[in-house]
Every structure is written in C-alpha cells, then in structure tokens.
C-alpha cells in the first residue's frame, strides 16, 4: 500500500492562551492516523510543552511568533516547532531533567523530559540571538 504524505504549517502569536490551539490544531491534523487516546496525549502534551519553551525561554514572555509544521508520511508524524527568540546557549544542559534558567516562574525543567519521553525521537537547533527549532517524531499505532 502507497502512502502520501500530508503537511500542515501555522503561526501564531507567541501568547500563553495559544498553547491550547497548538494542542489542538495538532491533535486534529493527527487524527487523519486514527491514533489511541494515549497517543494523541502524548502528541498534545510535547507540542505544549515545545510552545511553551518558546513563550517563556524563547521569547521571555515578550512579542513574537511560534510556527508548527507537521508532516504526516505513513504512520509517521513529524512535529516542527520554531521560535526566533533568544536561542539556546547550552543544548546539552537544556536537555537535563530539572534544568531551568526561569527558577522564579516556578518553572519544572521537565520540558525537554516530557517531550522525550512522549515521542519517540526529540532533535534540538538552536543558535543564540536566532532562535529554536524543535522537531519531535512518533510513530503511530505501532503497539
């Protein structure tokens, strides 16, 4: 059986109310692969967590954009989310578990955790003063 690919590109404003749209707009567009609830939270759950990284590592709660692009092909999804921010100094450090630069917004560090755990593959791009690119991967409905 021949698979086509499908893709979707969206901006949006890099606002703490846009978090839920992300999530959403992302479940829908996966939906087309018919995934288990688990997956789909899974899926939702790192797109909130990289939106969020832009909003408040990105771009400290200051203007800016956030673009997610997603590319089904077969029953694989690919989730791009990209902000041009302040960047990422330290990708390594970034990625620890309980690592934050925001301690005093009461921020986990648990981020880059979430979103690896969840998917199963996390890529990080990031150059100080340009911004962010994220891109997570999962399979769905390996089980």
């Known amino acids: 059986m021949e698979y086509l690919a499908n893709e979707m590109k969206m901006e949006f404003l890099a606002l703490s109310s846009n978090e839920g749209f ?83 917004l009461e921020r986990s560090g648990m981020g880059f955790a979430f979103m690896e755990a969840f998917m199963d593959e996390v890529e990080v791009v990031s150059k100080p003063r340009e911004g962010t690119c994220v891109t997570m991967r999962k399979t769905i409905g390996k089980a």
């Open 22 to 104: 992300a999530r959403v707009a992302v479940g829908a567009f996966l939906a087309e692969l018919n995934p288990t609830v688990d997956e789909l939270a899974d899926v939702k759950t790192a797109v909130s967590e990289a939106v969020t990284n832009c909003i408040i590592h990105g771009y400290e709660q200051k203007e800016g954009s956030i673009w997610i692009q997603c590319r089904i092909e077969g029953q694989q999804m690919e989730i791009s989310v990209i902000d041009t921010g302040k960047g990422i100094r330290d990708i390594e450090k970034a990625r620890e578990p309980l690592f934050t630069t925001k301690p005093e």
